[in-house]
């Protein structure tokens, strides 16, 4: 049973054998680096990165779920990236448009 499933996949028209399967597979390291700076301090983020991280996430997930073979794997890396730029996006605006930028600021300052 296991591998018959396991030779599905191997056949699929997205499955390892093809590109399909390796770029969105690879592009997972795009949302991993994206989560390890969830740590890093919302100054630090670039609104043009974060931008484009977003968009991407948000077109390619469009895309992955009207082409032919379904691509389940490219759907849920662009979803992923999707999420990890909203939030980082959320967090920069909050510190750059909330009064914790300005009491930075005046401890700087002092």
Not at 14 to 23: L, M
Not at 81 to 105: N, W
């Amino acid at each position: 049973m296991a591998s018959s499933k396991l030779q599905a996949l191997w056949n699929h028209p997205a499955g390892p054998k093809t590109i399909h399967f390796w770029a969105p597979t690879f592009k997972w390291v795009i949302s991993i680096a994206n989560i390890a700076d969830f740590s890093k301090p919302p100054e630090k983020l670039s609104y043009p990165q974060q931008i484009a991280v977003t968009c991407t996430g948000l077109i390619w997930s469009r895309y992955s779920t009207v082409i032919t073979p379904k691509n389940w794997n490219l759907f849920s890396v662009n979803v992923a990236m999707a999420g990890t730029g909203l939030y980082q996006l959320s967090r920069k605006i909050k510190h750059d448009y909330s009064g914790d930028a300005e009491v930075v600021v005046a401890k700087e300052s002092s």
